[in-house]
C-alpha cells in the first residue's frame, strides 16, 4: 500500500536551508500517474500548498514563497525534495509531502504523508 | 492570491445535518469546479473528503457530499457522528496554476 516519508532535520537556524525529502513507497514516480509535491502547516494554522513536481521535472510554485523553493525529483530512488533558503521563524509548520491527482481532477491531493514538523530558531 | 473564507467553527448534535462554506472569489472558485475539501483530526495529517466539488473518493462515507453555488462551495455533513468532530478545509484551484486552502472550520459534535 501506498506510504510516503517525510525525512531531514527537525530543527534549523533561522537565515539557513531547510531541506526535506520524501520517500515514496507503493506506488512510482516515474510512472507519470501523479504529480508529488509539499503543503505545510504552522502549529496551531491552516494548511498552505508550496508546491508541485511531475516525474519530468515540471514544477508549479505558490507565488508567495516561489523565490525561497525549490523542488526536485529522483525517480530513481523514489524520492521528493524540498529545499527552502533563508528561512525564518515564520516557516516553523508541519511539512506534509503529498500525491496529487492528474488529469481532470489535477489540484486534488488524494494522499498525504504523516509530516514533519520544521522549527526554525537559533 | 487571498484565502478561501471559512467559518471559524461550526456545531451539531449527533444526528444532525450540518454545513460549512467556503467563500472564494470568481477567479478561483467562481471559475472552476475544483474544489476540494480535507478533513483533519488532531496531529493527524488531512484526508481527502471531496474533490471536484461533489466527488466523492472511495471509502468516505456516503454521510459527506458537497456542492457549489457561485463563489460559494459547500460541505454537507448528514447524520452527525462523534468521529465527524475536526477541523476541515476547503481547497481550490487559482490561476495560474495554483491553489488555495480555507482559513480552516473546527467541527463540533456536541
Known amino acids: 500500500h501506498l506510504q510516503l516519508q517525510e525525512s531531514g532535520p527537525g530543527l534549523v537556524k533561522p537565515s539557513e536551508t531547510l531541506s526535506l525529502t520524501c520517500t515514496v513507497s507503493?506506488?512510482?514516480?516515474?510512472?507519470?500517474?501523479?504529480?508529488w509535491g509539499w503543503i505545510r502547516q504552522p502549529p496551531g494554522k491552516g494548511l498552505e500548498w508550496i508546491g508541485t513536481?511531475?516525474?519530468?521535472?515540471?514544477?508549479y510554485y505558490n507565488p508567495s514563497l516561489k523565490s525561497q523553493v525549490t523542488i526536485s525529483v529522483d525517480t530513481s530512488k523514489n524520492q521528493v525534495s524540498l529545499k527552502m533558503n533563508s528561512v525564518t521563524a515564520a516557516d516553523t509548520a508541519v511539512y506534509y509531502c503529498?500525491?496529487?491527482?492528474?488529469?481532470?481532477?489535477?489540484?486534488?491531493?488524494?494522499?498525504w504523508g504523516q509530516g514533519i514538523l520544521v522549527t526554525v530558531s537559533s | 492570491q487571498s484565502a478561501l473564507t471559512q467559518p471559524a467553527s461550526v456545531s451539531g448534535s449527533p444526528g444532525q445535518s450540518i454545513t460549512i462554506s467556503c467563500t472564494g472569489t470568481?477567479?478561483?472558485?467562481?471559475?472552476?469546479?475544483?474544489v476540494s475539501w480535507y478533513q483533519q483530526h488532531p496531529g493527524k495529517p488531512p484526508k481527502l473528503m471531496i474533490y471536484?466539488?461533489?466527488q466523492r473518493p472511495s471509502g468516505v462515507s456516503g454521510r459527506f457530499s458537497g456542492s457549489k453555488s457561485a463563489n460559494t462551495a459547500t460541505l454537507t455533513i448528514s447524520g452527525l457522528q462523534a468521529e465527524d468532530e475536526a477541523d476541515y478545509y476547503c481547497?481550490?484551484?487559482?490561476?495560474?496554476?495554483?491553489?488555495?486552502f480555507g482559513g480552516g472550520t473546527k467541527l463540533t459534535v456536541l
Open positions: 503529498m500525491r496529487q491527482s492528474t488529469g481532470s481532477y489535477q489540484w486534488t491531493f488524494d494522499f
Open positions: 507503493g506506488d512510482s514516480i516515474g510512472s507519470g500517474r501523479y504529480y
Open positions: 513536481i511531475y516525474y519530468t521535472g515540471t514544477t
Open positions: 470568481s477567479s478561483d472558485i467562481g471559475s472552476y469546479n475544483l
Open positions: 471536484a466539488v461533489s
Open positions: 481547497c481550490s484551484y487559482a490561476p495560474t496554476s495554483t491553489v488555495v
